[in-house]
């Protein structure tokens, strides 16, 4: 970890404000934040809530787990550490986050209206069962 001298009045100051402009992630890992933000997998918070010129973002990736970590391909130096990234990068992340979010439930609410039970007996209007396969009638 980066130490740095009390006394310095300066150097703290030029840290602060590093701090304060926040960091933009790298392309490679940009992208799998937002797959993971799309997914819920991020928690982020303002850097300084009370500080109206600060725009940075505190970020936090969740490693993807069970079926996600089959598909999804995370590098350790993104998940388990609080990243500090800048207004543009987590303004994005934001908006990529409420669309997972909403494509999310617009599936869980098809899925409730489904009607399973018509989809797989009754085909194109027909009023009774489908025809079961033949050859399972031994």
């Not at 100051?13 to 304060?20: A, D, F, P, R, S």
């Not at 669309?99 to 098809?110: I, K, N, S, T, V």
Request: glycine letters at 8%; one cysteine or more.
């Amino acid at each position: 970890m980066k130490s740095i001298k009390v006394t310095d009045v300066g150097s703290l100051k030029n840290e602060l404000n590093k701090y304060k402009k926040g960091k933009k992630l790298d392309i490679r890992y940009f992208n799998q934040a937002a797959r993971l933000a799309w997914l819920g997998k991020i928690t982020m918070s303002p850097l300084d809530a009370e500080d109206e010129t600060c725009q940075s973002w505190l970020l936090h990736v969740q490693a993807p787990e069970g079926f996600l970590a089959h598909f999804l391909t995370v590098d350790e130096d993104l998940i388990n550490e609080i990243h500090v990234l800048d207004g543009e990068q987590g303004q994005y992340l934001i908006e990529i986050m409420r669309a997972g979010l909403a494509e999310r439930a617009r599936e869980l609410e098809d899925l409730n209206r489904r009607d399973f039970y018509f989809d797989k007996f009754f085909k194109g209007g027909a009023t009774g069962p489908a025809e079961e396969d033949s050859s399972s009638d031994n």
